[in-house]
């Protein structure tokens, strides 16, 4: 599931247009920099981070727009957005510190996870009896079955834990256009598109892989850190989440 590129398109971009096909665009080249196993290199010179940009931004036909007046001009912003996304230090959910994702190593991270979550909404139980009530939704509102994908979820080493000692965390990157990126505009964005559902959704599917995969060690308050949301067009604008759709 992803539900982004589409608010806030009334604001127009010179150079690199908005709409969905340019944030695919830039959602595939960051996948494909996330599965390389140095991704500091990769952004750092020697011209993968433009190639890899400039293949997708191709490949998705963004480049032949007829909005988009300098191809190469188009090329170097997005490389440069996606640059700042990855280096930037974001203040981690929970007071965690700050983390750069492209510092994090590759065994600690997985782009684009795949999840897939099957749920009976006569039933109810949690989380999806929190996840109705917090978003106004009925039980015809509820799918059976969700499949989807998580754009990166990594994880932070948590000394305080020596049964397991990380913190799993989930990255959603939104390439929206808007007027203003402080706190309060991601915030009210964030409620007006759905992505907070977006993120209970991933915050309740993550929570089901690590209680599978650490079994008895898994501790929702030591192991589960929360969502962060980047922005690619805000700088270093990010909204925080910290996932808590839990009782």
């Not at 020697?46 to 190469?72: A, C, F, M, Q, W």
């Not at 203040?91 to 996870?113: F, Q, T, Y």
């Amino acid at each position: 599931m992803r539900n982004d590129e589409s608010g806030g398109e009334d604001v127009k971009d010179d150079i690199l247009p908005g709409g969905r096909a340019t944030g695919d665009a830039l959602h595939r080249a960051i996948d494909e920099l996330m599965r390389l196993d140095d991704v500091n290199a990769a952004i750092g010179g020697g011209g993968t981070l433009r190639e890899i940009v400039e293949r997708r931004l191709k490949n998705g036909g963004i480049l032949d727009l007829p909005s988009v007046s300098d191809p190469s001009a188009a090329v170097e912003k997005a490389a440069a957005l996606i640059k700042t996304a990855l280096t930037a230090p974001y203040p981690i959910p929970n007071g965690a510190g700050c983390a750069v994702l492209s510092a994090v190593p590759k065994s600690d991270r997985a782009s684009e996870m795949e999840f897939l979550m099957s749920c009976d909404p006569k039933a109810g139980g949690e989380p999806w009896d929190r996840i109705v009530k917090t978003n106004n939704l009925t039980r015809a509102e509820t799918p059976y079955r969700i499949r989807g994908f998580m754009d990166l979820v990594f994880r932070l080493k948590n000394d305080g834990n020596h049964a397991h000692p990380y913190r799993y965390y989930i990255v959603d990157w939104k390439s929206d256009t808007l007027e203003s990126y402080d706190s309060e505009s991601l915030r009210r964005h964030c409620a007006e598109q759905n992505y907070l559902l977006q993120s209970q959704i991933y915050s309740a599917a993550l929570d089901k892989y690590l209680r599978g995969i650490l079994g008895g060690r898994y501790d929702r308050e030591l192991h589960f850190g929360g969502s962060l949301y980047v922005f690619l067009r805000g700088g270093a604008g990010v909204f925080l989440n910290d996932g808590n759709i839990f009782p």
